[in-house]
C-alpha cells in the first residue's frame, strides 16, 4: 500500500481521549441571518497552526470559525483555549481547522498543564 505524501509545513500531535471541541461556523445556507452552526467532537489532533476535530457533521469549507478547545473534559473549564479559524479539510469522520487567531503561550500552558495531570 502506498504511503500518503504529508504535505503538513508544522507538526501536529494526537492528543489525549478526553479533548474536547466546540466549534461554532456560519450556517451554509442562511446567507441573510446570522445563525451560526455549533458542533461539539472530540479533538484528534492539534498544532501551533491548526486542529481536527472528529465529528459526523458536515462543515461548510473556508468559513470563519470560533473554537473551544476543552483539554481536560472530566474537569470543564480548567485547561481550555479560545481560537479563531477557518475550515480547511472535511473527511467522512470530522474536519480541520487552520488557526488565524491563538494565544500560543495558552496552547503551550493548557498542554503543559494535562500533561502534568494523572
Known amino acids: ?24 461556523v456560519d450556517e451554509p445556507y ?7 452552526m455549533k458542533i461539539k467532537g472530540s479533538v484528534r489532533d492539534i498544532g501551533s ?7 459526523g457533521e458536515s462543515v461548510p469549507m473556508n ?4 473554537i473551544n478547545i476543552d483539554f481536560d473534559s472530566r474537569r470543564p473549564g480548567t485547561l481550555t483555549i479560545s481560537a ?11 474536519f ?14 493548557c498542554i503543559t498543564g494535562r500533561m502534568n495531570r494523572p
Open 96 to 109: 480541520g481547522i487552520q488557526f488565524t487567531k491563538i494565544n500560543l503561550k495558552r496552547l503551550m500552558e
Open 30 to 36: 442562511q446567507k441573510k441571518s446570522k445563525s451560526k
Open 49 to 55: 497552526q491548526g486542529v481536527f476535530v472528529v465529528s
Open 63 to 66: 468559513t470563519k470559525a470560533e
Open 84 to 94: 479563531q479559524g477557518k475550515t480547511v479539510r472535511r473527511s467522512v469522520d470530522g
Open 1 to 24: 500500500m502506498e504511503e500518503k505524501e504529508n504535505r503538513r509545513k508544522n507538526t501536529r500531535s494526537a492528543v489525549w481521549d478526553n479533548v474536547t471541541a466546540s466549534v461554532e
